[in-house]
């Protein structure tokens, strides 16, 4: 399968692909009778009276890349999922070219997005969380500007961390340069989590070659997360990662059991 970029929109002439695992089993919500990805809710729109008609929670993402100019994305789902993409098809929906992958490995985030390589190893990638919720229809235009200007091998859209110990940190300097990311730590003084992310290829080529060297995952290892996979690109590969602001209020998880209410109580 082969994608191509039409040019259009904020993000111009760079061949830019959404990427969106979407491969979670929900466990935190319980029994749900449909994928946590199409949970319908209901937000106020960005800068706009009033609210909006209920939409699928991964909706407001894939509209938030679209507004980008981002034109086309690749969804990773799992066996079972089928229903996200009966919701989307073929991203009519939102003006948008989508494409499905099937999740074959159950070991979490950075496996699931790996399952994209042979499609995504030579464009630039922009991921987004489907089951996270955030203000700001400008977050990718940022983040896709600054990594034109930086070249930086990957860029992180950075948001207030209400919950340190139940989210990735980010160690970030002065001048926006990204030394470290701890995976929801016991206790620290940062400030800052992520919540998006736009990457070269370059980080793609890491990603996979990072987890094709790695034993196979057993059920006593502790989950990998997308977060330790850019430590280690900073810390083992040398990565420039560099992190800019987006919001300056935190993102919402629906995943989280807490945070779904909260949402369905805006």
């Known amino acids: 399968m082969t994608m191509q970029l039409d040019g259009?929109?904020?993000?111009?002439?760079?061949?830019?692909?959404?990427?969106?695992?979407?491969?979670?089993?929900?466990?935190?919500?319980?029994?749900?009778?449909?994928?946590k990805?199409?949970?319908?809710?209901?937000?106020?729109?960005?800068?706009?009276?009033?609210e909006t008609q209920p939409k699928a929670v991964g909706r407001y993402l894939l509209e938030k890349m679209r507004s980008a100019g981002i034109r086309e994305a690749l969804i990773v789902i799992r066996e079972g999922k089928w229903d996200i993409l009966e919701h989307f098809k073929d991203g009519t929906i939102v003006d948008m070219?989508?494409?499905?992958?099937?999740?074959?490995?159950?070991?979490?985030?950075?496996?699931?997005?790996?399952?994209?390589?042979?499609?995504?190893?030579?464009?630039?990638?922009?991921?987004?969380?489907?089951?996270?919720?955030f203000s700001g229809n400008d977050a990718f235009q940022r983040i896709i500007a600054h990594q034109t200007r930086s070249r930086a091998d990957v860029v992180l859209g950075l948001f207030p961390a209400d919950r340190p110990s139940t989210m990735d940190v980010v160690e970030v300097s002065g001048v926006g340069r990204v030394s470290g990311i701890l995976?929801?730590?016991?206790?620290?003084?940062?400030?800052?989590?992520w919540g998006i992310a736009v990457w070269n290829p370059s980080f793609t080529?890491?990603?996979?070659?990072?987890?094709?060297?790695?034993?196979?995952?057993?059920?006593?290892?502790?989950?990998?997360?997308?977060?330790?996979?850019?430590?280690?690109g900073i810390t083992e590969g040398g990565l420039n990662v560099e992190g800019i602001s987006v919001?300056?209020?935190?993102?919402l998880d629906i995943g989280i059991p807490e945070n779904l209410e909260r949402i369905l109580k805006l």
């Open 8 to 35: 259009s929109g904020p993000a111009n002439t760079r061949r830019i692909v959404g990427l969106i695992p979407a491969a979670g089993y929900a466990r935190r919500l319980g029994s749900l009778p449909h994928s």
């Open 37 to 50: 990805e199409i949970y319908p809710i209901r937000l106020k729109a960005d800068g706009v009276e009033g």
């Open 97 to 133: 070219r989508l494409g499905y992958l099937l999740a074959t490995v159950p070991w979490g985030a950075p496996y699931t997005l790996d399952q994209a390589y042979p499609f995504v190893r030579d464009r630039i990638v922009a991921l987004g969380f489907p089951d996270i919720v």
């Open 183 to 193: 995976s929801k730590p016991a206790q620290t003084t940062l400030t800052q989590t």
């Open 205 to 232: 080529s890491f990603l996979h070659s990072y987890l094709s060297q790695r034993p196979t995952p057993d059920e006593n290892q502790s989950e990998l997360f997308i977060g330790n996979v850019i430590h280690a």
């Open 247 to 251: 919001s300056n209020e935190p993102f």
